[in-house]
């Protein structure tokens, strides 16, 4: 992080390349056209995690159809969101300096072909291809996105943050279940028609980005904001060090579920593969509901508390799920869906606020990092599976909300004044 600047006792705004494009003040309200912009991303958003969410939903036709291990599963999990967790700060650090007006709408593009080849792949390898282009699609709409959304928040940006990451968390959730109404009875073809839900978001990010356009025009003469740190140099790499670990505790059990969620109540209750669907609706269903829930609240009793009580708060309930019945499995997957959800939005907005005027690169580097985290753990996850059983990637995953006692370690909220 090249710009960031030594801590001192008296910071005067200093207009600074890195910051070309100063979000309102803190506390001034969004205008109307403003929380247009925030809920076309927000739509977007889920449009963008619907497509993304189609190659783990068809996991079990994919497993079936080409006779997968879980291994290559996880692989295919790896290569998705490796290739996204490897862009996506080289990107938002990029935009930082250089804004590209039009990104947006192209990187929906790479995840329409990228739906394409999903389609008509009939070899492994181009599975990999597939997954690797839905992979850059979201490497390019997350950062620029999460910027945006800041910038038209009116210092609003927990629920700026939810708002925009709601679309996503429910994209998520129609993913498998699209896939259990259509998909599955249509095969692996019908992942084409998810391609017209591509041209719809490229339609409205065309339009996202005149906005933003214009909002940079207008924001020319204004003077940029303080880009110098709240904290010594040393701090902010140590909180920023910190938030990752919480992001990864919460990300490889994500992962467990998003990858092999549907594979585990399949094995330990015997049921089929569109009621195993249902159930991992229910849970991203919840995770949308926690997701929208995290910003407002962290805008109200401070973001340091969302995440105490997201993470840590937590561990109760995963303890209890793999000895639970199928009835008490569904509640727990709800309560640790929504609960679990609510951190990362307060995640991003701490970092942020920790090293002012880098909202592309941090967004980057948290989107990107979950996205490596959840496809490194899906990979890892997949060959423990193979080994010792799927039940027991539950167990050994409901230890990772411990991690939640990190929370301590993080400084005093860094308010923006």
Same mark, same amino acid.
């Given at each position: 992080m090249d710009t960031m600047g030594k801590h001192t006792g008296a910071a005067q705004p200093v207009p600074t390349a890195a910051n070309a494009n100063p979000a309102p003040a803190a506390g001034a309200a969004a205008t109307?056209?403003?929380m247009s912009v925030i809920l076309a991303l927000s739509l977007c958003h889920f449009l963008n995690d619907t497509m993304q969410s189609m190659l783990s939903a068809i996991y079990p036709m994919l497993k079936a159809n080409y006779a997968l291990t879980f291994g290559q599963i996880g692989l295919l999990t790896f290569t998705f969101q490796f290739t996204a967790s490897l862009l996506q700060p080289l990107i938002g650090a990029y935009t930082d300096k250089r804004p590209i007006g039009y990104a947006l709408p192209i990187g929906m593009g790479f995840t329409m072909v990228g739906l394409v080849l999903l389609a008509v792949a009939g070899h492994y390898w181009l599975l990999l291809g597939a997954a690797s282009l839905v992979g850059l699609g979201s490497a390019v709409f997350h950062p620029e996105s999460s910027r945006i959304a800041r910038l038209a928040s009116g210092g609003r940006h927990g629920t700026a943050q939810s708002i925009f990451q709601l679309g996503g968390n +429910?994209?998520?959730? !129609?993913?498998?279940?699209?896939? !259990? +109404?259509? /998909?599955?009875?249509?095969?692996?073809? @019908? /992942?084409?028609?998810?391609?017209?839900? !591509?041209?719809?978001?490229?339609?409205?990010?065309?339009?996202?980005?005149r906005w933003y356009g214009n909002y940079r025009r207008a924001a020319a003469g204004r003077p940029a904001l303080s880009t110098l740190l709240r904290h010594s140099r &040393?701090?902010? /790499?140590?909180?920023?060090?910190?938030?990752?670990?919480?992001? +990864? @505790?919460?990300?490889?059990?994500?992962? @467990?579920?998003?990858? *092999? *969620?549907?594979?585990?109540?399949?094995?330990?209750?015997?049921? @089929?593969? &569109?009621?195993s669907q249902m159930l991992l609706f229910l849970f991203l269903g919840a995770a949308a509901v926690g997701t929208i829930a995290g910003g407002p609240i962290g805008d109200r009793i401070g973001t340091k508390s969302v995440i105490w009580v997201s993470i840590l708060g937590v561990l109760p309930f995963t303890l209890m799920l793999p000895y639970a019945d199928l009835f008490w499995t569904a509640v727990l997957t709800v309560i640790i869906g929504m609960v679990l959800a609510s951190a990362f939005p307060a995640i991003v907005v701490f970092a942020q606020e920790m090293v002012p005027g880098r909202v592309g690169l941090i967004a980057g580097l948290f989107f990107g990092f979950a996205f490596g985290m959840g496809g490194i753990a899906a990979a890892v996850l997949g060959q423990i599976a193979d080994i010792k059983g799927i039940v027991y990637v539950y167990t050994l995953c409901s230890y990772l909300p411990f991690l939640g006692l990190l929370t301590i370690l993080l400084p005093k909220e860094p308010r923006t004044a």
């Open positions: 109307p056209a403003a +429910f994209g998520t959730a !129609a993913g498998p279940l699209l896939a !259990a +109404f259509i /998909v599955v009875p249509g095969g692996q073809g @019908s /992942v084409a028609w998810f391609c017209l839900a !591509a041209l719809c978001g490229m339609v409205i990010l065309t339009w996202v980005s &040393r701090r902010v /790499v140590f909180t920023l060090g910190i938030l990752a670990l919480l992001v +990864f @505790s919460k990300n490889i059990y994500m992962a @467990s579920f998003s990858s *092999y *969620y549907t594979f585990y109540v399949m094995e330990r209750f015997d049921v @089929s593969i &569109r009621d």
